[in-house]
T-cell receptor
Framework: GAGVSQTPSNKVTEKGKYVELRCDPISGHTALYWYRQSLGQGPEFLIYFQGTGAADDSGLPNDRFFAVRPEGSVSTLKIQRTERGDSAVYLC????????????FGPGTRLTVL | QQQVKQSPQSLIVQKGGISIINCAYENTAFDYFPWYQQFPGKGPALLIAIRPDVSEKKEGRFTISFNKSAKQFSLHIMDSQPGDSATYFCAATGTASKLTFGTGTRLQVTL
C-alpha cells in the first residue's frame, strides 16, 4: 500500500518568503506528526495532530511556523518570513493512533532558504 | 536539552562483525524505545522497539538490550552486512506520543 508522501521533495526559496509543505499520511491513520531534521542530526519534533486538532505544538520554534489538518487527513506546514536557519529536511510521519503506535515516515521535504 | 544521548557518532565494522550502538536517556517518563534506520534521501524506518518491562528483545540479526536502572539501551547488529550501512537513530517516547531522537550513528559495513 501507499506510504506517507510529501510534496514538494525539494523547495528552494529566498529569505523572507512564505512556504507551504504538504503531507499525505497513510490512509486511515489518525495521528500525524511533523519533525525537522538538520544536517547530521536526529529529527526534532515540531507538532502532532490527533484527527483535525493539534494535540501538541510544543516543538514549533516560533510563531512563524503553523500547521493545519482541516479534514483529518492531509496536513500542511506553513512557514512565514523564512530565515536561513529554517533550512532543513521537514519530515512527516503518521500512525494508526497516537501514543506508542509505530510512526511511519515520509521521505521528507528538503527546504533551502537562500 | 538533549534528552537522548547516542554514541558513537560513526562506526565502521567489517562484514560479519557485530555493530553496537549505545543510547542513554534522562526522562524517566519515557516508556517506549524504538530504533530507526535511515538511508540517504529517505525517511527513518522503524527497525525494532522495546518497552522497559523486558531487558532484551531480538528480531533476526537485531537485538536491543535495555538497562532500566542505568537508563541505557543499546542496539546490537549481528553478522553485519554491507546492506546495513545506514544511519541509525535511537528514540524514546512516553504518553506524550512525540518521539525524542538521539543524534544518530552512521554505520559503514566494509567487505
Amino acid at each position: 500500500g501507499a506510504g506517507v508522501s510529501q510534496t514538494p521533495s525539494n523547495k528552494v526559496t529566498e529569505k523572507g518568503k512564505y512556504v507551504e509543505l504538504r503531507c499525505d499520511p497513510i490512509s486511515g491513520h489518525t495521528a500525524l506528526y511533523w519533525y525537522r531534521q538538520s544536517l547530521g542530526q536526529g529529527p526534532e519534533f515540531l507538532i502532532y495532530f490527533q484527527g483535525t486538532g493539534a494535540a501538541d505544538d510544543s516543538g514549533l520554534p516560533n510563531d512563524r511556523f503553523f500547521a493545519v489538518r482541516p479534514e483529518g487527513s492531509v496536513s500542511t506546514l506553513k512557514i512565514q518570513r523564512t530565515e536561513r536557519g529554517d533550512s532543513a529536511v521537514y519530515l512527516c510521519a503518521s500512525s494508526l493512533r497516537a501514543g506508542r503506535d509505530t510512526q511511519y515516515f515520509g521521505p521528507g521535504t528538503r527546504l533551502t532558504v537562500l | 536539552q538533549q534528552q537522548v544521548k547516542q554514541s558513537p557518532q560513526s562506526l565502521i565494522v567489517q562484514k560479519g562483525g557485530i555493530s553496537i550502538i549505545n543510547c542513554a536517556y534522562e526522562n524517566t517518563a519515557f516508556d517506549y524505545f524504538p530504533w530507526y534506520q535511515q538511508f540517504p534521501g529517505k525517511g527513518p524506518a522503524l527497525l525494532i522497539a522495546i518497552r522497559p518491562d523486558v531487558s532484551e528483545k531480538k528480531e533476526g540479526r537485531f537485538t536491543i538490550s535495555f538497562n532500566k536502572s542505568a537508563k541505557q539501551f543499546s542496539l546490537h547488529i549481528m553478522d553485519s552486512q554491507p546492506g546495513d550501512s545506514a544511519t541509525y537513530f535511537c528514540a524514546a517516547t512516553g504518553t506524550a506520543s512525540k518521539l525524542t531522537f538521539g543524534t544518530g550513528t552512521r554505520l559503514q559495513v566494509t567487505l
